[in-house]
T-cell receptor, first 114, second 114 residues
Framework: DVKVTQSSRYLVKRTGEKVFLECVQDMDHENMFWYRQDPGLGLRLIYF???????EKGDIPEGYSVSREKKERFSLILESASTNQTSMYLCASSLQGLDYNEQFFGPGTRLTVL | KQEVTQIPAALSVPEGENLVLNCSFTDSAIYNLQWFRQDPGKGLTSLLL?????REQTSGRLNASLDKSSGRSTLYIAASQPGDLATYLC?????????????FGAGTQVVVTP
């Protein structure tokens, strides 16, 4: 079974802090994704990566950066956390290619910025 | 731009009845469509993935159909149980997407009453 894990289930940070969210997958997937989920807005893609050290902006990259130094690990960084970044953050991974590239999700990190 | 709609936003059915969940998308040029389940406060669990060349996909009590030309997919859950309480989301991968990005619907929240 594919397993995607996220470093924390719940996180509370203060405005202006630097925040790291970690995601690890164990299925040798090339693609990894970071989403945020907010009531009424659904899932929105922040960044994704299709290979080590490669990244592409999603729909809402402002205020975020990412790092992928190893294939299995994809980090989301909030350089200076703000209250409007309070949200549920979800990581996902998938194979590349056109067929059967299901996305598998981690359990999510609920981040609160005070 | 692809838009994915799920109506209704919420659904309540008596235990034992079949569930019918709808998903529509505006651009029929898709590679695949994926159905997910999200338990309250948790991450997403992949239920079924239907390739654009397929008409339906089945897994246990779940059956998903795809009518690409009319931009619709339906998820059927047979003999609903209280444990089916969750939000069900559909997501499509566009045919012009090289990276496996998904466009999500807002979800249908399901309650099964005893």
């Amino acid at each position: 079974d594919v397993k995607v894990t996220q470093s924390s289930r719940y996180l509370v940070k203060r405005t202006g802090e630097k925040v790291f969210l970690e995601c690890v997958q164990d299925m040798d997937h090339e693609n990894m994704f970071w989403y945020r989920q907010d009531p009424g807005l659904g899932l929105r893609l922040i960044y994704f990566s299709y290979d080590v050290k490669m990244k592409e902006k999603g729909d809402i990259p402002e205020g975020y950066s990412v790092s992928r130094e190893k294939k299995e690990r994809f980090s989301l960084i909030l350089e200076s956390a703000s209250t409007n970044q309070t949200s549920m953050y979800l990581c996902a991974s998938s194979l590349q290619g056109l067929d059967y590239n299901e996305q598998f999700f981690g359990p999510g990190t609920r981040l609160t910025v005070l | 731009k692809q838009e994915v709609t799920q109506i209704p936003a919420a659904l309540s059915v008596p235990e034992g009845e079949n569930l019918v969940l709808n998903c529509s998308f505006t651009d029929s040029a898709i590679y695949n469509l994926q159905w997910f389940r999200q338990d309250p406060g948790k991450g997403l669990t992949s239920l079924l993935l239907i390739q654009s060349s397929q008409r339906e996909q089945t897994s246990g009590r779940l059956n998903a159909s795809l009518d690409k030309s009319s931009g619709r997919s339906t998820l059927y859950i047979a003999a609903s149980q209280p444990g089916d309480l969750a939000t069900y989301l559909c997501a499509v991968r566009g045919a012009t997407d090289s990276w496996g990005k998904l466009q999500f619907g807002a979800g249908t929240q399901v309650v099964v009453t005893p």
